[in-house]
Nanobody
Framework: QVQLVESGGGLVQPGGSLRLSCAASGFTFNNYAMSWYRQAPGKERELVAGITSTGGITNYVDSVKGRFTISRDNAKNTVNLQMNSLEPEDTAVYYC????????????WGQGTQVTVSS
């Protein structure tokens, strides 16, 4: 059974930090690119950060560059998102995502974890 389980969300003040983690099981983790998406109320889901299957390349949406860092540990089947200098605009549900592209694309999604940035 495929599972992506997020943890680490919560309430934090502006300027604070959180570290999100995603534990994967039920598929060959090191064959999949991993990413974090987020969705705020009334807005479309957006890609926040991505990392290739071996961790060699990362990418970020412009609004989080320099503040967020994505990483993965293929030995532990986990992907992390370190979030620093958090802003109220970062408030959203954050989702872990796995993708494998061959002749077709395979996608898996976690259930999400709430991040709220407020004073």
């Amino acid at each position: 059974q495929v599972q992506l389980v997020e943890s680490g969300g919560g309430l934090v003040q502006p300027g604070g930090s959180l570290r999100l983690s995603c534990a994967a099981s039920g598929f060959t983790f090191n064959n999949y690119a991993m990413s974090w998406y987020r969705q705020a109320p009334g807005k479309e889901r957006e890609l926040v950060a991505g990392i290739t299957s071996t961790g060699g390349i990362t990418n970020y949406v412009d609004s989080v560059k320099g503040r967020f860092t994505i990483s993965r540990d293929n030995a532990k089947n986990t992907v992390n998102l370190q979030m620093n200098s958090l802003e109220p605009e970062d408030t959203a549900v954050y989702y872990c995502h796995a993708e494998r592209r061959t002749i077709v694309t395979i996608n898996y999604w976690g259930q999400g974890t709430q991040v709220t940035v407020s004073s």
